[in-house]
């Protein structure tokens, strides 16, 4: 199979996740031809466009869209607005979505798009002035049927409007569903907001069973305090979990008596970190990955988790709440140890579950009670964590070659039964 990724360095995240790809393609022993396909039939759109900044310069951005599958229905995945926004690591996640969305069975495909810039560094009417331009760059490849954006690292519910508000001056009237993630007065889903942390709190319970594993009382770390990781925290608390650590980009917090989450989330908006709160002890990000707890939730970036630090990974349940956070050589080093890794993309599979969730809502102009949304994830996320565990039990393999398995077989039969055009 001609790969575009020619050995893995662990570093870069395509490499990392053409050699998940590839573990499942061998274990399904998929046509070569049919396998390239699923790899490299991507459409790549690179812009970059102009800002002016509030001193009155001009500034050139650098901006991705990448559209890995639509093999089962639309294109799907967030927008980052990173410094390390760059092609690769966006086709990476791109295909990261596609198997995403196979593993929850919505029919979505995956993309994945992004701006190379510092959010901490720009003013709120900067990142509108970038949020719209961008906008404009990609709106001939998105839309409610083609392509959905959605918030992801430095994005939120506002950027969502912006792009909503963008794409639908363009088209002459209001297009709800181009995106998700949106906040509720534009007809975002209820629960959306809390979503990707409430299916990992999901895979967490049924993961904790699997394991013979007391949920209430378990000891939990969180690595990353955004969207994922401030919530999954919150959660975890509420069904009675202690979070003793937990760590943003600045640095982390120890507190082996527990952490009061509302109150650290009451200081991190006043100081822009954890670091400091006061009643906890300072810890750095590598002793965060490292404490003794029964559940370590990595939810900030990628390559987290490597052959470097695993061996001292003490948890007994890894969910991934961000995607990528553990290299291949870490996941093997945490297979030996006994870890149960709930991969990536089951464990954060609920967010693009709820999405869906809104785009079908947004398409029927009807939407759900926060109840109904929580109970059609937990059915979802439940459904998909058994059926990845039950491939993983009859073939023998870890959690993640058995949800790239599932993943690759859904996308690989809707290629196949599609046809090859023309
Ligand atoms: P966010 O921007 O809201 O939060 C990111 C958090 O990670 C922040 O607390 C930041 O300080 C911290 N962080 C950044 N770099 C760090 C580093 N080097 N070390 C430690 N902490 C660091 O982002 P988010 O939406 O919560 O996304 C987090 C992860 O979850 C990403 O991998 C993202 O792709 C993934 N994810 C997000 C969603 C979603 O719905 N938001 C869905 C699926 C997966």
């Given at each position: 199979m001609s790969t575009g990724v020619e050995a893995c360095d662990e570093s870069k995240l395509l490499d990392v996740a053409y050699m998940q790809f590839r573990n499942a393609v061998q274990q399904l022993a998929l046509d070569p031809g049919l396998a390239d396909v699923l790899w490299r039939g991507s459409r790549s759109y690179i812009v970059e466009f102009p800002v002016r900044m509030d001193d009155g310069r001009i500034r050139v951005f650098n901006g991705y869209r990448v559209q890995h599958s639509t093999h089962r229905g639309p294109a799907k995945g967030g927008i980052r607005f990173h410094p390390n926004v760059d092609l690769s690591d966006t086709k990476a996640l791109a295909a990261l979505m596609t198997w995403k969305?196979?593993?929850?069975?919505?029919?979505?495909?995956?993309?994945?798009?992004?701006?190379?810039?510092?959010?901490?560094?720009?003013?709120?009417?900067?990142?509108?002035?970038?949020?719209?331009?961008?906008?404009?760059?990609?709106?001939?490849?998105?839309?409610?049927?083609?392509?959905?954006?959605?918030?992801?690292?430095?994005?939120?519910?506002?950027?969502?409007?912006?792009?909503?508000?963008?794409?639908?001056?363009?088209?002459?009237?209001?297009?709800?569903?181009?995106?998700?993630?949106?906040?509720?007065?534009?007809?975002?889903?209820l629960g959306r907001e809390a979503a990707t942390a409430q299916g990992v709190v999901y895979s967490i319970r049924e993961a904790c069973l699997a394991r013979g594993i007391d949920l209430e009382g378990a000891t939990v770390a969180v690595q990353g305090f955004g969207n994922v990781g401030w919530h999954s925290a919150r959660l975890l608390s509420e069904l009675g979990c202690r979070i003793v650590g937990v760590s943003d980009v600045d640095g982390g917090v120890l507190n082996e008596k527990g952490l009061d989450i509302p109150a650290l989330k009451a200081y991190e908006r006043e100081a822009g970190t954890v670091a400091g709160a006061p009643g906890a002890a300072g810890i750095d990000n590598s002793e965060l990955l490292q404490l003794d707890v029964d559940i370590l939730v990595p939810a900030a970036i990628e390559g987290q988790i490597t052959k470097e630090n695993a061996a001292r990974v003490k948890a007994q349940i890894v969910a991934e709440g961000a995607n990528g956070p553990t290299t291949p050589s870490a996941d093997a080093i945490l297979g030996d140890k006994g870890v149960f890794v709930i991969p990536d993309i089951l464990a954060n599979g609920g967010g693009v579950t709820v999405s869906y969730f809104e785009w079908v809502q947004n398409t029927q102009k009807l939407f759900w009670q926060q109840?109904?949304?929580?109970?059609?994830?937990?059915?979802?996320?439940?459904?998909?964590?058994?059926?990845?565990?039950?491939?993983?039990?009859?073939?023998?393999?870890?959690?993640?070659?058995?949800?790239?398995?599932?993943?690759?077989?859904?996308?690989?039969?809707a290629a196949e039964v599609r046809g090859f055009f023309p």
């Open positions: 969305c196979a593993v929850m069975n919505i029919p979505f495909g995956g993309a994945k798009g992004g701006v190379q810039c510092d959010p901490r560094a720009l003013s709120l009417g900067e990142l509108e002035r970038i949020t719209r331009r961008f906008t404009w760059e990609i709106a001939p490849l998105i839309g409610p049927e083609q392509d959905i954006p959605a918030p992801d690292v430095s994005t939120n519910a506002q950027v969502m409007a912006w792009i909503m508000d963008t794409y639908s001056i363009l088209q002459g009237y209001t297009v709800q569903g181009v995106v998700t993630g949106k906040p509720v007065e534009l007809g975002g889903s109840e109904d949304v929580n109970m059609r994830l937990d059915s979802i996320m439940t459904r998909a964590f058994h059926e990845v565990l039950d491939i993983a039990q009859r073939n023998k393999v870890d959690m993640r070659t058995a949800a790239y398995m599932l993943a690759v077989q859904r996308v690989a039969r």
